[in-house]
Nanobody, 128 residues
Framework: QVQLSESGGGLVQPGDSMKLSCSCA??????????VGWFRQAPGKEREFVAA????????YYAESVQGRFAISRDNSKNTLHLQMNSLRPEDTAVYFC???????????????????WGQGTQVTVSS
């Protein structure tokens, strides 16, 4: 059973930066073999895709709304996923979730139903 845990959320002002992390347990999990992603859900809205990175340091994909501002990365040696968020906007306010699955392919990256495991989420609030 894969367990994911996010950290790094909080309150920031517009234009600030923030880095989220997601740790994967147990430690013997073949993390490098998993494609992993970030989703977010704002109050009253559906959960939406943010970014994903293919297994073994593969290519990254982003939602158009965060392209050029956010960067997803992974450290397979530490079973950790990161999301560097720059130039944050009030509309980035949401609960951010990391997720992974064993059968993710390019066409399913943006579909949350394709992911098997989810973290509990971390709140990001962008407000002046």
């Amino acid at each position: 059973q894969v367990q994911l845990s996010e950290s790094g959320g909080g309150l920031v002002q517009p234009g600030d930066s923030m880095k989220l992390s997601c740790s994967c347990a147990p430690s013997e999990t073949a993390f490098s073999r998993f494609t992993v992603g970030w989703f977010r859900q704002a109050p009253g809205k559906e959960r939406e895709f943010v970014a994903a990175i293919f297994r073994n340091y593969g290519r990254a994909y982003y939602a158009e709304s965060v392209q050029g501002r956010f960067a997803i990365s992974r450290d397979n040696s530490k079973n950790t996923l990161h999301l560097q968020m720059n130039s944050l906007r009030p509309e980035d306010t949401a609960v951010y979730f990391c997720a992974t699955g064993s059968r993710l392919i390019l066409s399913s990256l943006r579909n949350d139903a394709a992911y098997d495991y989810w973290g509990q989420g971390t709140q990001v609030t962008v407000s002046s």
